[in-house]
Every structure is written in C-alpha cells, then in structure tokens.
Nanobody
Framework: QVQLVESGGGLVQAGGSLRLSCAAS????????MGWFRQAPGKERELVTT????????YYSDSVKGRFTISRDSAKNTVYLQMNNLKPEDTAVYYC????????????????WGQGIQVTVSS
C-alpha cells in the first residue's frame, strides 16, 4: 500500500506563492504518474495538474495554467506543486494522487491518495 503525505499548505494573501510537497512511501515511485487535485467547499474534486512517470509530460487545467508548476524528484520519491500568483478561488483542500496509467485524467484512474492539505488564499 503506497502512502502519500502532503505538506506545505497554509494561508497566503492573493498574489502570493506556496509550494506543496507530496512524499511517497514506495521505492517504485517512478512507475506512477502523479497528480494534484483540489476540492473547494460544496464543489466536486477537480484535477489541477499531472506529471508523467519520468516527468517529461505535464498537464494543467485551464484555471491554473501559467501560474502552477508540477515537478517530481525520483531520488526523493516526492512530487511538488509550485503555486504562484494565487487567487482566492484557489482556496481548497489539495490532494496528491498516484496512478499506474500513462496519462490519467479521471479521478477513478488514481489508485492512491494523500490525506489532503488546506490552502487558503485571502483577498
């Protein structure tokens, strides 16, 4: 069972930056595509970004494109989400997730999840 632990969330003013980290408890980290989802109160969980197994291919939702950057460090079994120019509408619980699929998009394609971490952006 792969465990994911997120860190780096918190409260930030609009226009600020945060970097989320997600550490995986597996030596087979490199076989999984990784993604970040978020869920705001009263809304469905939505896909924010994904990164391929080797970190060559990335996907971003339109709402974060140009502001967020996903990356991974296989030596540390960690995936990162750098969030710049944050907006109040980015406020949500952010989840890290892993998938054995090459280009996962659907929530159901991800097999294991972190516990989630709160990001709050004040206006």
């Amino acid at each position: 069972q792969v465990q994911l632990v997120e860190s780096g969330g918190g409260l930030v003013q609009a226009g600020g930056s945060l970097r989320l980290s997600c550490a995986a408890s597996t030596r087979t980290f490199g076989i999984y595509s990784m993604g970040w989802f978020r869920q705001a109160p009263g809304k469905e969980r939505e896909l924010v970004t994904t990164i391929s197994r080797l970190g060559v291919s990335t996907y971003y939702s339109d709402s974060v494109k140009g502001r967020f950057t996903i990356s991974r460090d296989s030596a540390k079994n960690t995936v990162y989400l750098q969030m710049n120019n944050l907006k109040p509408e980015d406020t949500a619980v952010y989840y890290c997730a892993g998938s054995p699929s090459m280009n996962p998009r659907a929530t159901s394609a991800f097999n294991f999840w972190g516990q989630g971490i709160q990001v709050t952006v004040s206006s």
